[in-house]
């Protein structure tokens, strides 16, 4: 079933036959962890012997390795034999209601369904009903494509948010009976895990209803105060992996001999968990910045020419200690003001007038110029202000602390300045990442 004005399909999703070690099949996104092997060897440890979506995917940590080819041959093998050998069984058309606790928040609720990529533009400035947060780097498609292209199924790890601060869509779906699919522990400190069927006629339509209310035209551009197209889906987490299934579908369409017929292919969707960005269990967490290789001097002097250009003053006010620094940060106005450390100095950057929504799109917009004038210098993202501090206290180095975006306003942000810059903010912590379960058939 189809449901084009709001770019949903109710997909055929795949299950683990009755009887199956659940805890053993649903492991963490392939993009987490992804310096530390010893986790993924722990999970091949921990799901020896049994089937798992861990024989599924292709874990970031191994990208780089030389077995790159015979890995996914292996993926794609695994595939076809847990499909002809009942492993994964197809239900009949519907959806399915998750309950995730983590080691941080009680419940977290999303609903598995497959979005219409036709519906989805990555590029700056777009007007689709699907849409990044964050800018799609093209050169990290690349490997993402060849694991996907010749996979018969997909699996997705793919985090898609709305906008519904009255929690209209999936909450509501709670109060009625339910039929329980899974309940089972995650591996690795991740949590606990819920998922029901919801198929009947009256929760289908509920659902729908409530999102076409969300898409209506008129209620959006109140709600906004804007005139462009409705946005009714932000990428959350998996924003590339998304990005990868409409690079495949594209290519089918361009290659496809019936260009009526190629319209019904299952890959033209792709299956996500939609989360409402009011949840409660939804937590967005700072990602910080740290250069390497630069001499602080030179980086101040280019950044107040970076800015004094485009009629944004910034000063630099040394402070005794980060704790001095966030406190001198917070009481700023008419400015984005945020802390930074060079060379173990503390200090407060405050650009003022700045022409962005967010602190971070001001400095990032700076770093991207800094970086593309000093080749050899490096940037790595960070999670956590001590590391921050202990990175940005070497003689070569700096670090710039961020504040945390306010979940309530990044639709608002994404319709006024369009996608922010990578890396803005964290859904949660790693052990907090969605997990892979749920399977969908991707190939006729």
Not at 230 to 253: C, E, P, Q, R
Request: glycine share 6%; proline share 5%.
């Amino acid at each position: 079933m189809i449901f084009d004005k709001i770019g949903v399909q109710m997909p055929k999703i795949l299950l683990p036959k009755a009887g199956t070690d659940m805890q053993k099949w649903a492991v963490i996104a392939c993009d987490q962890y992804t310096s530390d092997r010893s986790y993924w060897q722990r999970l091949e440890e921990q799901t020896a012997g049994s089937i798992s979506t861990l024989k599924l995917i292709f874990p970031e940590v191994n990208l780089e390795d030389a077995d790159s080819e015979p890995r996914i041959a292996a993926i794609n093998r695994a595939m076809e034999e847990y499909l002809a050998d009942g492993s994964l069984l197809e239900q009949p058309p519907g959806f399915i209601l998750v309950d995730r606790k983590t080691s941080e928040v009680e419940s977290r609720k999303g609903l598995i369904l497959a979005l219409d990529l036709e519906q989805y533009d990555y590029n700056q400035g777009a007007q689709s009903l699907i849409r990044a947060t964050e800018g799609t780097i093209l050169d990290r498609l690349p490997p993402r494509i060849k694991v996907r292209q010749n996979a018969s199924i997909e699996l997705p790890h793919i985090m898609v948010l709305i906008d519904d601060p009255q929690c209209t869509v999936i909450e509501p779906l709670f109060d009625g009976p339910l039929e329980t699919l899974y309940d089972f522990d995650l591996l690795e400190n991740g949590g606990h895990l819920k998922g029901y069927r919801v198929d009947q006629p009256e929760q289908i339509n509920q659902l729908t209803a409530a999102l076409e209310q969300l898409a209506d035209p008129a209620a959006y551009r109140a709600k906004y105060q804007v005139d462009d197209a409705v946005m009714l889906y932000a990428m959350g987490d998996g924003n590339h992996s998304f990005a990868t299934a409409k690079a495949i579908w594209k290519t089918l369409k361009a290659e496809a001999a019936d260009p009526a017929a190629i319209m019904n292919h299952p890959a033209r969707y792709a299956l996500v968990e939609l989360v409402n960005v009011h949840d409660p269990g939804l937590e967005f967490e700072a990602i910080h910045r740290v250069l390497f290789g630069v001499d602080s001097e030179q980086l101040q002097a280019q950044m107040q020419n970076f800015f004094a250009e485009r009629g944004t003053p910034m000063t630099f006010t040394v402070c005794a200690d980060l704790a001095a620094a966030e406190a001198l940060a917070a009481g700023a106005e008419n400015a984005h003001a945020f802390p930074v450390v060079f060379a173990g100095q503390f200090a407060v950057c405050s650009v003022a007038y700045p022409e962005y929504t967010l602190a971070v799109a001001t400095l990032q917009a700076c770093l991207d110029q800094f970086l593309q004038d000093n080749p050899a210098a490096r940037i790595d993202y960070i999670h956590g202000t001590q590391p921050v501090t202990g990175l940005g206290s070497a003689g070569d180095a700096a670090g710039f602390y961020l504040p945390a975006i306010s979940k309530h306003d990044l639709f608002k942000t994404i319709v006024l300045d369009g996608a922010l810059p990578r890396k803005t903010f964290s859904m949660g912590e790693a052990d907090e990442k969605r997990f892979y379960l749920e399977c969908r058939r991707i190939t006729e």
